[in-house]
């Protein structure tokens, strides 16, 4: 098993007007931003470094003005082979002209992304662009009833969408289930950029716990994807919903047999007397006060002692717990139970 980290580094980097509450407004503001934008193909020619109310721009032939974020203006020094910070130390004027020397020139089209009077970035022909929303539609489609997880410590939400790209956490919190004795739920992460920031990829897993800085702790089956957005990327939508699928289908069977267990253990005995009770869940690592209580506990329920009424009843105990890790580390114990019914 293995912790991942990748949720908490977006939990760390995403300031607030980069959240959102759920999968839904996460998704509008990406087809809002899809549907805003245009894209340009101009020769390098056609792409002039001009001064715009004295910040550096770019005028594109047949077109208007366009400003320049951070993203878009490192990626501009980058194809004019010129160090960005160098460029920043230069007033606009020089940094125009400096432009304007070095950009590179040829007949290779260039292709520029904008919206809202911005740059949001600029690439060779090469690069290949998936929307965000081509992605967050396997989402809608493969696994609508996962969620963002719990909201972090800082109020960060698993969603996030800025300039330069989009990162979504979620989980099936409903669906917690025995895997080798200790229990589990599904979850995913998926992220992409439409403008070059990083790959397109999707993270699948089962987890045991999650904490407020969003670290997936003890994580098992882990199964990573990504891909450059370089030509035949849309490939990648195809082999991201297969990833997402599989997730999806083996919740579902690990569901249905884990209802057939949990059937199971409420037709199993552990004896007809408190005694024997006692016997059959020794050996557990469940401490003896707890074993008393839980069996004073089955004594007042009309199904007897059984697998299910002892889990029931250790399970109500561990949630008297106050720390997370021995709570969690407890529940693993109560899930070996679940043994006797088999």
Same mark, same amino acid.
């Given at each position: ?15 607030? $007007? ?11 503001? #990406? ?45 501009? #020094? ?24 070095? &950009? ?19 690439? =060779? ?6 929307? $965000? #929303? ?20 800082? +109020?960060?939400? +698993?969603?996030?969408? =800025?300039?330069?790209? &989009? ?13 080798? =004795?200790?229990? @589990?739920?599904?979850? @995913? ?6 403008? =070059? ?7 699948? @897993?089962?987890?045991?716990?999650? #904490? ?34 599989? /997730? ?34 020794? +050996? !557990? +690592? ?18 007897? !002692? ?31 139970? /679940?043994?006797?019914?088999?």
């Amino acid at each position: 098993m293995t912790n991942l980290k990748r949720a908490s580094y977006q939990l760390f980097s995403r300031p607030e $007007d980069e959240r959102f509450p759920n999968f839904e407004s996460l998704y509008d503001h #990406c087809a809002s931003a899809q549907k805003d934008s245009q894209v340009h193909w101009k020769s390098p020619a056609q792409v002039i470094p001009v001064e715009m109310q004295g910040n550096l721009g770019l005028k594109l032939t047949g077109d208007y003005g366009y400003t320049l974020n951070d993203w878009s203006f490192g990626q501009a #020094c980058s194809i004019a082979s010129i160090n960005k910070e160098t460029v920043n130390r230069l007033s606009t004027e020089t940094a125009v002209q400096v432009l304007l020397e070095t &950009m590179p020139a040829g007949e290779k089209p260039m292709q520029v992304l904008t919206k809202d009077g911005k740059v949001r970035s600029i690439h =060779g022909a090469s690069y290949t662009r998936l929307y $965000d #929303c081509d992605v967050l539609d396997i989402v809608m489609d493969e696994a609508s009833d996962f969620t963002p997880p719990p909201v972090g410590f800082n +109020g960060a939400t +698993g969603l996030y969408a =800025g300039e330069q790209d &989009m990162f979504a956490f979620m989980v099936d919190n409903g669906s917690w289930v025995d895997i080798d =004795g200790e229990q @589990f739920a599904p979850g @995913f992460f998926i992220w992409n950029s439409e403008v =070059g920031r990083r790959t397109v990829g999707i993270e699948t @897993f089962w987890f045991q716990r999650i #904490c407020g800085n969003h670290i997936v702790w003890e994580a098992t089956e882990v199964v990573s994807y990504k891909r450059k957005h370089t030509a035949n990327v849309a490939d990648a939508l195809g082999e991201m919903r297969l990833i997402l699928r599989q /997730l999806v289908d083996k919740r579902d069977q690990r569901k249905d047999a884990f209802a057939h267990a949990i059937k199971q253990s409420m037709n199993t005995s552990l004896g007809s007397t408190p005694e024997d009770a006692a016997k059959a869940l020794t +050996g !557990f +690592g469940i401490g003896v006060g707890h074993i008393k209580t839980a069996i004073e506990t089955m004594s007042t329920q009309s199904g007897g !002692f059984t697998v299910f009424g002892a889990v029931d009843a250790l399970t109500r105990i561990s949630r008297q717990i106050a720390n997370a890790g021995e709570r969690a580390a407890y529940d693993s114990k109560i899930g070996t139970i /679940l043994s006797l019914a088999s």
